[in-house]
């Protein structure tokens, strides 16, 4: 695997024109998996020790940090982000914070999961960024509260230990922890400001709660579904296909570049195991002269074999939603939708149930990550 680019240091002043130009930033090779702190999957940041420049909810923020030089308010420069007021010792003898004085955020993944890797992007915290950061996780189960999680008796598991970083860049960390995890708890050294917090992973549902659904949404991401593969992420993630909720705009969905041969796009999915597909929608949302024009779903069961076709080449109409209730349910492992020839769709969803053998598959898993 090719080596994490680090950064550390300041970033120069804001000079004016792109405040972008020269950020910091490099392909991370966990950064197609799906962002467990997706506010959109219900994450959020419960708690932090200080946030007097800026509030710990914009770590969570979809988009990318924006800087406005000219924002100012009755405390001083307005950031996009969460930052913390500036350290101080204890006396005029002893002005500077300890080693071990730090400041801390706790985060409610949107979805537990597995993480693969971490980005503390520190953008436009050019002089103003912590000097280190580390991050640490926990699994709890039900809804703990910020005194809950922070009780003595909690053990927390490292995934990044005490480590520098730079100003004004994403700083990405892979991460070895085969564990589910429910909560983080990111901690800067001393201080400082950290614009947005991406946690990348795979998700890993609580088999009790599916078995208790019974029929649910066998495709959506907080169900345990992967993006395996896609042959087109120009636009748009293939991710947002099994994103919650409706697309609400076009890039929320899953849209491809034009095709100039004859080829087609595509997109793969892994189960969270075996299920029994039922029916099946899919939605063009917001994809109105950019939407698939026709779409195929195949089924396979197990990690090679053939696809079976089960919802043949059908027409699709832009900003959509598409029912198809299938002849008898189908059993499979993993699916896969092509579009023709190009363009996108917004969600995929699959209604279905486990069947014995996934639900024993996924309850021994659960077991093995320590649910």
Same mark, same amino acid.
């Given at each position: 695997m090719t080596a994490i680019p680090r950064f550390t240091g300041d970033a120069s002043p804001y000079g004016g024109g792109d405040?972008?130009?020269?950020?910091?930033?490099?392909?991370?090779?966990?950064?197609?998996?799906?962002?467990?702190?997706?506010?959109?999957?219900?994450?959020? @940041?419960i #708690?932090?020790?200080?946030?007097?420049?800026?509030?710990?909810?914009? /770590? %969570?923020? &979809?988009?990318?940090?924006?800087?406005?030089?000219?924002?100012?308010?009755?405390?001083?420069?307005?950031?996009?982000?969460?930052?913390?007021?500036?350290?101080?010792?204890?006396?005029?003898?002893?002005?500077?914070?300890?080693?071990?004085?730090?400041?801390?955020?706790?985060?409610?993944?949107?979805?537990?999961?597995?993480?693969?890797?971490?980005?503390?992007d520190t953008a436009h915290f050019?002089?103003?960024?912590?000097?280190?950061?580390? @991050?640490? #996780?926990?699994?709890?189960?039900?809804?703990?509260?910020?005194?809950? /999680? %922070?009780? &003595?008796?909690?053990k927390w598991t490292t995934l990044v230990p005490r480590t520098a970083v730079g100003g004004h860049a994403a700083n990405g960390f892979a991460v070895d922890a085969e564990q589910r995890f429910t909560h983080l708890r990111v901690n800067q050294h001393p201080d400082g400001g950290i614009a947005r917090l991406r946690v990348y992973g795979e998700v890993a549902p609580d088999p009790a709660w599916l078995a208790a659904l019974g029929t649910f949404d066998l495709a959506a991401l907080e169900n345990g579904t992967q993006v395996e593969d896609a042959s087109d992420r120009?636009?748009?993630?293939?991710?947002?296909?099994?994103?919650?909720?409706?697309?609400?705009?076009?890039?929320?969905?899953?849209?491809?570049?034009?095709?100039?041969?004859?080829?087609?796009?595509?997109?793969r999915y892994r189960l969270a195991a075996q299920a029994r597909i039922g029916?099946?929608?899919?939605?063009?949302?917001?994809l109105k002269g950019n939407s698939a024009g026709w779409a195929t779903l195949s089924v396979r069961n197990g990690e090679t074999g053939d696809w079976a076709e089960i919802l043949p080449r059908t027409r699709l109409q832009?900003?959509?939603?598409?029912?198809?209730?299938?002849p008898e349910a189908v059993v499979g492992t993993h699916v896969r939708i092509d579009i023709f020839p190009d363009g996108g769709i917004s969600r995929l969803r699959l209604f279905g149930s486990l069947t014995a053998e996934g639900a024993a598959a996924l309850a021994a898993r659960h077991r093995e990550l320590g649910g």
């Open positions: 405040p972008y130009a020269d950020y910091r930033t490099a392909e991370f090779p966990f950064s197609q998996l799906v962002d467990l702190a997706d506010r959109r999957l219900g994450a959020g @940041v #708690a932090a020790n200080d946030e007097f420049f800026a509030e710990r909810e914009n /770590l %969570l923020k &979809p988009g990318p940090a924006v800087f406005d030089p000219e924002r100012f308010g009755h405390k001083g420069k307005i950031m996009d982000g969460w930052e913390t007021r500036r350290r101080r010792g204890v006396s005029a003898a002893r002005p500077h914070p300890t080693e071990d004085d730090h400041d801390w955020a706790l985060v409610r993944l949107g979805a537990p999961g597995v993480v693969r890797g971490l980005v503390v050019r002089g103003n960024y912590p000097q280190a950061v580390s @991050v640490q #996780a926990v699994s709890l189960p039900g809804s703990p509260s910020p005194d809950e /999680l %922070l009780a &003595p008796d909690v120009f636009y748009s993630p293939a991710t947002h296909t099994i994103q919650p909720g409706r697309s609400h705009k076009m890039d929320d969905g899953w849209e491809t570049r034009r095709r100039r041969d004859r080829g087609n796009d595509w997109i029916a099946v929608e899919i939605d063009t949302a917001c832009p900003d959509t939603n598409h029912r198809f209730v299938l």
